[in-house]
T-cell receptor, first 114, second 113 residues
Framework: ETGVTQSPTHLIKTRGQQVTLRCSSQSGHNTVSWYQQALGQGPQFIFQYYREEENGRGNFPPRFSGLQFPNYSSELNVNALELDDSALYLC?????????????FGPGTRLTVL | QQQVKQSPQSLIVQKGGISIINCAYENTAFDYFPWYQQFPGKGPALLIAIRPDVSEKKEGRFTISFNKSAKQFSLHIMDSQPGDSATYFCAASVYDGNEKLTFGTGTRLTIIP
């Protein structure tokens, strides 16, 4: 069984640029959630995708967008990068959206915005 | 608005001792309370979780105590070991069509010999 993988591991961008982060969900999982973890803070929910549709969104502006593909892998896109977007971006996969489903996290992508 | 407050921010415990991390929540609709363990360079991993219909859950050396009336829950690590040194996050969620986790700010635990 393959765990959740994310790419790239690290990324450096400048303010105003756009970035795409990728996530491969664990085998058999159809739901992907994205979280932003600022340094020294807990992860914050960005949005969730279930069967290729957005299924809930946290308090993040529209320049944060995503996609989920038929194989349930997912992308997080951030436009017009700001310095405060520097963080560890985590994706988590789970089976379905019902309560108490364990979310399995990937190792994250460390984004630095200069 | 921080819906889950976690303390302490950091904790140093001697090997063999008991580590205790506390969390308090505001939203009474929360119905699932997991604890996650995160090592440097890794994503969080589920350690243990509890639902509000029980007051305590134990798995090996890890115990969650839950106080619904006080809206508080805590993680106890018995016989703490150096390998337990990590950052611990409490979280809470309520199912409203999706299951988004609301995390605390984390506790960096260091176990010293």
């Amino acid at each position: 069984e393959t765990g959740v993988t994310q790419s790239p591991t690290h990324l450096i961008k400048t303010r105003g640029q756009q970035v795409t982060l990728r996530c491969s969900s664990q085998s058999g999982h159809n739901t992907v959630s994205w979280y932003q973890q600022a340094l020294g803070q807990g992860p914050q929910f960005i949005f969730q995708y279930y069967r290729e549709e957005e299924n809930g969104r946290g308090n993040f502006p529209p320049r944060f967008s995503g996609l989920q593909f038929p194989n349930y892998s997912s992308e997080l896109n951030v436009n017009a990068l700001e310095l405060d977007d520097s963080a560890l971006y985590l994706c988590a996969s789970s089976l379905g959206t019902v309560s108490y489903n364990e979310q399995f996290f990937g190792p994250g992508t460390r984004l630095t915005v200069l | 608005q921080q819906q889950v407050k976690q303390s302490p921010q950091s904790l140093i415990v001697q090997k063999g001792g008991i580590s205790i991390i506390n969390c308090a929540y505001e939203n009474t609709a929360f119905d699932y309370f997991p604890w996650y363990q995160q090592f440097p360079g890794k994503g969080p991993a589920l350690l243990i979780a509890i639902r509000p219909d029980v007051s305590e859950k134990k798995e090996g050396r890890f115990t969650i105590s839950f106080n619904k009336s006080a809206k508080q829950f805590s993680l106890h690590i018995m016989d703490s070991q150096p390998g337990d040194s990590a950052t611990y996050f409490c979280a809470a969620s309520v199912y409203d069509g999706n299951e988004k986790l609301t995390f605390g700010t984390g506790t960096r635990l260091t176990i010293i010999p």
